[in-house]
């Protein structure tokens, strides 16, 4: 039985220019809907034990008070004592009262969606808070004791130069936050942005900016934990490493993905579908040599690697014969052996596609 859950809560209150996910404008209505379905889906899951559990979206800190508790409802029981519960916000729907609710109920961490401290790029990418409104959420987390805090920041937008990402590092971290995600800018096609025909960052220039963002946070004494992911005080996303080290996990709700007994599911993104007849979940008819690389994939994004005896006797692979000459080609200066492990260097995530590409070449 999985020990994680992920739950995506679809609705936004505005549209960002770039988005790509599973998300709706929605009336109270179609709320309440959504609610009634959601908790029957839960049930049917039958969940015991959860040492993680991901409120993401969407936006879940939009639900109102009384629908929050009354999702929080279907997982109280079901969460270990140490557990973590992460929920996503975004700045503009922070308040008081929702932070101690969030207390009440045994939510620990928070991920807030800032993007970036200047309201010339807030207004460019389409997010309807402003950098101020983003430091007062911060703030008032803090007051209130969400000491596990992350920040989500966003590089490579249109007009954004190395400087403006260099400005927005050191606002970060003159925070006193343990954990930041930093994402550079996809075109998707189904965002505004991807309608709009609005062309990605020039190569270079996002490559100097990540190279910066890794050098300014080890500086200040963070830790390069995955491709997107730095922390210091070791608060790693646990829920997020769930999906790093091939581990199963729920997922629930419209537009979320799982993985049951090494089989990986989507649900519906249809909303009003599901609202009238559940997640219809389409199961991802993988390979054994597809899910024996996805595993490798996920885990050389993060620092700590692939665990290759477990791969093997998992997969019932022999990781040397047939990647021995990927090894030949980028164990030193990209890919290094730690505990057992095979991770990817400093060098070696920022050429991590290419070195996939070896990878998937071999099987
Ligand atoms: S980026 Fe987040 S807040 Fe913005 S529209 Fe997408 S899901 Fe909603």
Same mark, same amino acid.
């Given at each position: 039985m999985p020990r994680s859950c992920y739950v995506h809560? +679809? $609705?936004?209150?505005s549209i960002c220019y770039y988005c790509g996910f599973c998300k709706r404008l929605a009336t109270d209505d179609l709320k309440t809907k959504w609610l009634d379905q959601i908790k029957k889906e839960i049930q049917n899951k %039958?969940? /015991?034990? #959860?040492?993680t559990l991901y409120f993401g979206g969407g936006t879940p800190n939009l639900l109102s008070k009384e629908m929050f508790a009354d999702l929080a409802l279907s997982f109280s029981g079901s969460l270990t004592e140490d557990h973590e519960w992460t929920v996503e916000c975004n700045p503009e729907y922070i308040t008081k009262d929702q932070l101690q609710m969030f207390h009440e109920w045994g939510v620990n961490r928070l991920s807030i969606g800032? !993007? /970036? $401290? !200047?309201d010339r790029l807030l207004k460019k990418i389409g997010r309807p808070h402003n950098a101020k409104q983003a430091l007062e959420a911060i703030d008032l987390c803090q007051k209130l004791g969400f000491d596990n805090l992350s920040i989500d920041l966003m590089y490579g #937008? +249109?007009? !954004?130069?190395l400087d403006d990402v260099i400005q927005d590092l050191k606002i970060f971290f003159s925070l006193g936050v343990d954990h930041l995600s930093i994402y550079s800018l996809q075109i998707e096609e189904n965002s505004i942005f991807g309608k709009q025909g609005i062309l990605p960052c020039d190569e270079d220039l996002e490559a100097d900016m990540f190279e910066e963002i890794v050098k300014l946070c080890k500086e200040h004494?963070? &830790?390069?934990? &995955?491709i997107s992911s730095f922390t210091r005080n070791h608060r790693y996303s646990k829920h997020n490493l769930v999906y790093w080290t091939d581990q199963d996990f729920y997922g629930i709700g419209c537009g979320a993905t799982g993985r049951e007994k090494g089989i990986l599911y989507e649900n519906t993104k249809d909303i009003n579908a599901y609202c009238i007849r559940g997640p219809m979940p389409s199961f991802l008819s993988e390979t054994k040599d597809e899910r024996a690389f996805d595993a490798i994939m996920m885990s050389l994004r %993060? !620092? $700590?690697?692939?665990?290759v005896s477990a791969w093997e006797k998992r997969y019932g692979i022999n990781f040397f014969e047939r990647y021995q000459k990927v090894l030949n080609h980028y164990l030193g200066t990209y890919l290094r052996w730690e505990n057992k492990r095979l991770a990817p260097t400093e060098k070696g995530m920022e050429i991590l596609n290419t070195i996939l590409v070896d990878f998937l070449d071999e099987n």
């Open positions: 809560i +679809p $609705f936004c209150g %039958t969940i /015991s034990k #959860l040492d800032v !993007q /970036s $401290f !200047q #937008l +249109p007009d !954004q130069s004494g963070f &830790e390069h934990y &995955e %993060t !620092q $700590f690697g692939l665990d």
